[in-house]
């Protein structure tokens, strides 16, 4: 059964605190994704990795960051948090560029 | 920049009724993929249709990509409590991304 498992399920955190949101898939996919999920919004893509050691920004890149030192391990970093990055943080892969992507059961974060 | 806006936001139907959620955009899409998610989940892939006028059928689910791979549609036929849940298209690009529309929330009453 292939799964992407993501480290927390909920998460509070303090403003100005650095917070690490890691994402492990099992299922040997080079393209790994986070994004944001707020209503009315739909998912907005932080940052995506096609490849270990690579990253490319999306749409909502600002005070985040990302690490990839593994192919299956991919890491968002909020280097100092802030109330309005308040959201659900959802992490995927996919095997294809442009394909299905699969995703894990999203890390609720709240920062007061 | 490409954008899919997805309608309706929200819709609360009876158990029975029949509905569809258009998904439209000015841009072509390579392909496009519509997601179910549920309270607490991560979405899950539905159905991928890449064809323009390519319908495909997932029991009573049909869904449909428009002849210039511009739009989308999601029926679906007597509605059931199961159905309830957020649905999702998104469109490949061809910078390997995909791109999300805002989510169509469905209740579905017994």
């Known amino acids: 059964d292939v799964k992407v498992t993501q480290s927390s399920r909920y998460l509070v955190k303090r403003t100005g605190e650095k917070v690490f949101l890691e994402c492990v898939q099992d299922?040997?996919?080079?393209?790994m994704f986070w994004y944001r999920q707020d209503p009315g919004l739909g998912l907005r893509l932080i940052y995506f990795?096609?490849?270990?050691?690579?990253?490319e920004k999306g749409d909502i890149p600002e005070g985040y960051s990302v690490s990839r030192e593994k192919k299956e391990r991919f890491s968002l970093i909020l280097e100092s948090a802030s109330t309005n990055q308040t959201s659900m943080y959802l992490c995927?892969?996919?095997?294809?560029?442009?394909?299905?992507?699969?995703f894990g059961p999203g890390t609720r974060l709240t920062v007061l | 920049t490409q954008l899919l806006e997805q309608s309706p936001q929200f819709l609360s139907i009876q158990e029975g009724e029949n509905l569809t959620v258009y998904c439209n955009s000015s841009?072509?899409?390579?392909?496009l993929q519509w997601y179910r998610q549920e309270p607490g989940e991560g979405p899950v892939l539905l159905v991928t249709?890449?064809?323009?006028?390519e319908v495909k059928k997932l029991k009573r689910l049909t869904f449909q990509f428009g002849d210039a791979r511009k739009d989308s549609s999601l029926h679906i036929t007597a509605a059931q409590p199961g159905d309830t849940g957020l649905y999702l298209c998104?469109?490949?690009?061809?910078?390997?991304?995909?791109?999300f529309g805002q989510g169509t929330t469905l209740q579905v009453k017994p």
């Open positions: 995927a892969s996919s095997l294809f560029s442009g394909g299905e992507q699969f």
């Open positions: 299922m040997d996919h080079e393209n």
């Open positions: 990795s096609y490849d270990v050691k690579m990253k």
């Open positions: 841009s072509v899409f390579s392909s």
């Open positions: 249709v890449v064809t323009g006028g």
């Open positions: 998104a469109g490949g690009s061809n910078t390997g991304k995909l791109i």
